[in-house]
């Protein structure tokens, strides 16, 4: 507070009344104007990677997740009981390779197009999703091959695509060199030619990961837990029918 | 000499306090910590890393506004006040007066530096921290010099702040506007190779701010020993630049 301020009863009546209506007219505008969630026909065609360095001002690892975060909010909630169910997923895709090459060592593009946008209902959508992780794992095949293991289990146990989860598991055993690899990955063509159910098959998945101290985020843990649990419950439902 | 830079220290420090610089600090920390918990709480993976490099992002740039705020301003109330004539009065050479005050700011730098670096503690190892807090405070003597020699330069708010914010944002984007450049996409006709030769020059005459203080240090591990000490000698010697700059303006200045 200024030392040198006049005491509040030398401020005019009139002055007083102008602060409280204007204030007063600032909030009630303000709460009739909620803004809705974004939805999908809003997701605008990705800018070009450069354009989007260059707005980071040196700072791409940060835009990029704060990027993420924008994406990941269209079509979701609101009045949408099927997330993302909307999204033109060609341009979602770009906007996720753009992201992705922006921070190349972030995994949450591949993380939200392998374990988010490739489990919606809908086919041609999921695959893609799966079609992207595939293609960006030949990038860095060391850092990327958890989210092409997923899509593998989701090709087989979604789709029912045989042939598509052998390409993806053939892939990480082709095309991955580091020593820090588990064993079940690189086997994992032999894990999608078993017959084995999707929860055997996302349990082990799942639980090698967190095993091997691969997931230490927080966040990332408490999403792959409600995961096996969604998919413990639709098995017991399907099971009952 | 030497008391001379004890009482530049004590001066600036002094301004810094009374202008509330220390408040604002904690202010900016605040806001941060509280932005990045709040947006990791719809962050579905990596949250860790995105507290990490939202904070580290944000308290750089607070750290770099608010010491070239605080140059800006407490230069031209000198100057304004006539203080500046009174020192100079002082049997101290003009440049010696020069140094102890940009001495002075640079210390408050390094004080916000370390003030900023210390939540990143959080996220990252000590070490990495410390290289990241190092390089923060050489960024910001940088910006120190440059706010004090475009404040005495052009002897106006405003301007000064202006060009130095200028120079600091063209010093962060400039890497990514000559890839723009000579992007493939690029068409090679003859203006456009003229503009790219236009914007190489232009490079030649900044810093290369995005090389230093990077949040992938924090996120993905320290820098090759090598590529830090060549980015932090880049913003000593840019500073070097500075410092002569603004010590040939002053020597020139009729007061």
């Given at each position: ?20 209506l ?94 988010v ?67 079940w ?11 084995m ?20 985020d ?5 999403f ?18 | ?47 860790l ?10 308290l ?32 101290l ?69 202006a ?93």
């Open positions: 507070m200024n030392r040198d301020a006049r005491a509040l009863s030398s401020v005019p009546l009139w002055v007083w009344l102008a602060l409280g204007s204030v007063g007219a600032q909030l009630a505008f303000q709460s009739t104007r909620q803004p809705a969630p974004p939805a999908a026909a809003d997701l605008a065609p990705p800018p070009p990677v450069q354009a989007l360095r260059l707005a980071s001002f040196g700072e791409p690892e940060a835009s990029a997740r704060l990027l993420m975060l924008y994406l990941q909010a269209f079509d979701l909630g609101g009045g949408n009981a099927l997330p993302y169910k909307n999204l033109d997923y060609r341009r979602l895709t770009g906007w996720l390779r753009a992201i992705l090459e922006l921070d190349p060592r972030s995994g949450y593009p591949l993380f939200l197009a392998a374990r946008y490739a489990e919606v209902p809908d086919e041609a959508r999921a695959r893609i999703a799966l079609e992207f992780v595939y293609q960006e794992f030949f990038k860095d095949p060391n850092r990327r091959w958890p989210w092409l293991a997923h899509a593998a289990l989701l090709a087989k146990h979604r789709l029912g695509d045989l042939a598509l989860a052998h390409r993806y598991a053939a892939a990480i055993d082709h095309y991955t060199t580091a020593q820090d690899i588990p064993l990955a690189k086997q994992m063509e032999i894990f999608i030619l078993e017959d159910n999707e929860l055997q098959a996302a349990k082990i998945m799942i639980g090698g990961l967190l095993a091997k101290g691969a997931i230490r927080p966040a990332e843990v408490r792959l837990k409600e995961r096996l649990d969604e998919l413990e419950a639709r098995i017991a439902r399907g099971k009952k029918k | 000499m030497t008391s001379w830079y004890r009482c530049a220290w004590r001066s600036t420090s002094f301004e810094a306090r009374r202008g509330g610089l220390p408040w604002l600090a904690l202010a900016s920390i605040a806001f941060a910590l509280g932005l990045a918990a709040f947006l990791s709480q719809v962050a579905l993976t990596e949250s890393a995105l507290q990490a490099s939202i904070v580290a992002a944000l750089r740039a607070c750290a770099v506004f608010l010491i070239a705020v605080q140059v800006a301003s407490s230069t031209l109330r000198e100057l304004n006040d006539k203080a500046l004539e009174r020192m100079l009065s002082l049997p050479s003009r440049s010696t007066q020069y140094l102890g005050r940009l001495a002075g700011f640079a210390l408050c730098g390094v004080a916000l530096a370390a003030a900023c670096a210390a939540p990143l503690l959080l996220w990252a190892p000590a070490g990495t921290v410390l290289l990241w807090a190092v390089s923060l405070a050489c960024e910001s003597a940088l910006v120190a010099a440059a706010a004090l020699f475009f404040s005495m330069t052009l002897a106006q708010l405003v301007p000064a702040i060009a130095t914010a200028g120079l600091y944002v063209l010093g962060r984007s400039i890497a990514a506007i000559q890839s723009i450049a000579g992007g493939p996409l690029a068409e090679a006709s003859l203006p456009h190779e003229m503009a790219r030769w236009v914007l190489d020059a232009v490079a030649l005459l900044l810093p290369r701010l995005e090389a230093v203080t990077r949040t992938a240090w924090l996120l993905y591990g320290p820098p090759d020993a090598g590529a830090y000490a060549a980015a932090l000698a880049g913003l000593v010697v840019y500073t070097g630049v500075l410092i002569a700059a603004g010590l040939f303006d002053f020597h020139r200045r009729n007061l």
